[in-house]
């Protein structure tokens, strides 16, 4: 664990080494500045710089340094908006999730719930449960469903508890095929901090923050679900490593 602690390390001191290199390369405000005063300092006497040109310099260095004062709080809201998503995050480990992708479900309790989404009305719904190695497990048939997002129910109690995969067959009034999205139902067991980006593991997938659309307290309580614990970070210790961005 210090090992790669170490490395985060690194990595972020060489990343800021190449910035302030490439920063090195353009003009701040305060090159601009030099600029203007050896300008005035090897002016020609007998021809004076003019006033309105002056002026003219004067608004656009006053221009520059607010720019870049602006530039400055934005990256600062920036950090502080990251470092509270990153605290609210943490509390998504332990809660039940839907994405807006996938097929994969976890068996957790006596029952599971299915969301899929039909591009248009539907006569007849067939789903299907998978194992993991593939196998039927259990098949039935819904009745007519409304275009849209839909929800089914697996009674789940007869099965080992896992994670597993399921299909969607939906066919109109004239028997043609319905177009199904599915999406991923289980339990959140990890969060990351990647490339500036949340991303949070649902049964054994990692996937985007932003792709979650609903979120709620799991079946069983988490002390019960296997391989998974209840976490506490501090929040500091999340302050902390979004500060190491700014050094």
């Known amino acids: 664990m210090d090992s790669q602690i170490a490395t ?3 990595n972020i001191s060489n990343n800021n080494a190449v910035s302030q290199t490439n920063m090195t390369k353009t003009l701040g405000k305060d ?35 607010q720019l870049s004062n602006m530039n400055t ?23 039940d ?5 996938g097929n994969s479900i976890t068996a957790n309790g006596s029952a599971a719930d299915l969301n899929y989404k039909l591009a248009k009305d539907a006569q007849s719904v067939t789903i299907s449960i998978f194992s993991k190695d593939g196998k039927l497990v259990k098949t039935w048939d819904e009745t007519a469903q409304k275009a849209g997002m839909n929800k089914a129910t697996w009674d789940c109690s007869g099965v080992d508890k896992g994670d597993y995969t399921y299909q969607v067959i939906a066919k109109d009034t004239q028997g043609q ?4 999205d599915t999406m991923t139902t289980g339990l959140v067991t990890a969060v990351h ?10 049964n054994g997938k990692e996937v985007p923050l932003s792709n979650i659309i609903e979120v709620k307290q799991p079946e069983i309580p988490i002390d019960k ?8 970070i501090p929040l500091s210790t999340i302050v902390d490593a979004i500060n190491l961005k700014k050094l």
């Open 8 to 10: 985060g390390i690194n």
């Open 31 to 65: 090159d601009f500045m030099k600029l203007l005063l050896a300008q005035l300092k090897n002016q020609d006497p007998l021809k004076p710089l003019d006033g309105t040109d002056f002026a003219a310099q004067l608004a656009q260095f006053s221009s520059l340094e």
């Open 73 to 95: 709080e934005l990256k600062n809201m920036g950090l502080n908006q990251m470092t509270m998503n990153y605290a609210q995050s943490v509390n998504l480990i332990g809660k």
């Open 97 to 101: 999730v839907v994405t807006n992708s």
């Open 177 to 180: 095929t319905v177009s199904v």
């Open 193 to 202: 901090f990647r490339n500036n980006q949340i991303l949070v593991t649902v």
């Open 225 to 232: 679900i296997i391989d998974v614990k209840p976490v506490d």
